[in-house]
């Protein structure tokens, strides 16, 4: 069962006035199934394809000269040889939407758009489904808990699949397959230890050192490791609004995990029981909501404008939402009922950002919308994250 894509739209969009689109995204995140969908009489070609990839790499020339109509090009990262024939092809053709590319790892995909196909191609982010899309499919949990434990692949949905041995299975699968191709890890049971103790310290400030010492591991492998997961969409790092406001200001990074199922899983959670009692729940929650404001800034073609706020001195605000004019803070409580303390963050911030403080919103556990002190605050069943970034 297909479930529709909120990117849908925008990748039609781009399709005509752009020659190369590009969707990228972690495995299993859908690329493929929407760009098919979206573009049905497209050829799909598939570079995991040992014959296809070998064509395309010994014969490039006549590898594209078999799609006189264009082509989807999928995991094209796997030939990076052909980023420099599509710029001439769709420099000689002019023809909007004429290869549809689409990649799992930043590394290869992004640096060839940079050197090749730099303003020939528009880009979409594509994660794993969003609350509205499994809401419009009718596929959405009214848990919080079920919600966070079963993440938000579309194969657990598309196939009713049992989410734990899935995330087993795509652990297994990304190690062998992903990590190989980045870079040399010769002791993979360290990797996958590494994966679990950045699970452990998602919604946490990024300390390099301390995953590197409890790993054992140096710190540039650790860093390494870091990059690689990020470049895979596995972990996003939020990074600290520079805007200062007078007061010293922590510089460090937190992590992220794109998917809560995932880190669920990594973190040895076996049952939506366990997760209920579990000290990470608030962690997870807050996961959660910083991926689905993420999914609506990338499934619009934009690129991120969340950032944290946090002093020296231990005041902090969970998300900035950088509108241009001003910011918005929103902060994210996994709670049922709302607390005096849920507002302190924001009214200290506020009181220091003056004019530049934008609509303020907390995101929490809860099941009734309010409004107090101005501030919107909305039960996580009602989180639109397109309302909240201004989409």
């Not at 049992?162 to 360290?190: F, K, M």
């Amino acid at each position: 069962m297909y479930i529709p894509r909120s990117a849908e739209s925008r990748l039609l969009d781009f399709a005509t006035g752009y020659p190369v689109l590009v969707v990228t995204g972690p495995r299993q995140s859908g690329k493929s199934t929407l760009v098919r969908h979206a573009l049905p009489n497209r050829t799909y070609v598939s570079l995991e394809d040992l014959d296809q990839r070998e064509f395309a790499e010994t014969d490039p020339r006549g590898f594209l000269a078999g799609f006189p109509e264009g082509a989807i090009l999928d995991e094209v990262q796997r030939c990076p040889a052909l980023f420099s024939y599509i710029q001439t092809r769709v420099d000689e053709m002019q023809r909007p939407g004429e290869f549809i590319l689409t990649g799992s790892q930043q590394f290869g995909l992004l640096s060839g758009i940079t050197q090749s196909l730099a303003g020939r191609a528009a880009l979409i982010t594509l994660l794993p489904l969003a609350r509205t899309e499994l809401q419009r499919a009718g596929k959405a949990s009214m848990d919080l808990n079920e919600t966070l434990f079963r993440g938000s692949y579309p194969p657990i949905y598309d196939r009713a699949l049992d989410p734990h041995p899935w995330y087993g299975n795509y652990v297994s699968t990304y190690l062998e397959r992903d990590v190989r191709q980045l870079i040399n890890v010769q002791d993979l049971d360290a990797f996958q230890r590494f994966l679990r103790l950045c699970a452990a310290r998602t919604g946490q400030l990024l300390n390099l050192s301390s995953l590197a010492n409890d790993c054992g591991i140096t710190h540039n492998t650790a860093k390494a490791w870091i990059s690689v997961l990020e470049a895979s969409y596995i972990v996003h790092l939020l990074a600290p609004h520079h805007q200062n406001f007078n007061k010293r200001l922590v510089k460090t990074p937190k992590l992220y995990f794109l998917d809560t199922g995932l880190a669920i899983w990594l973190l040895g959670i076996q049952n939506v029981d366990q997760l209920g009692i579990h000290s990470q729940r608030g962690a997870l929650f807050e996961s959660w909501v910083i991926s689905e404001l993420l999914k609506s800034r990338y499934n619009a073609g934009e690129v991120s404008n969340l950032y944290f706020w946090r002093d020296r001195s231990g005041h902090e605000v969970d998300v900035l939402i950088d509108r241009g004019t001003h910011l918005s803070p929103l902060e994210i409580k996994s709670g049922r009922t709302i607390n005096r303390d849920y507002f302190k963050g924001i009214e200290f911030w506020r009181k220091l950002a003056g004019e530049s403080a934008g609509q303020p919103w907390l995101v929490y556990g809860g099941d009734e919308p309010q409004n107090r002190s101005g501030t919107n605050i909305l039960p996580w069943s009602d989180f639109d994250a397109d309302r909240v970034v201004g989409f």
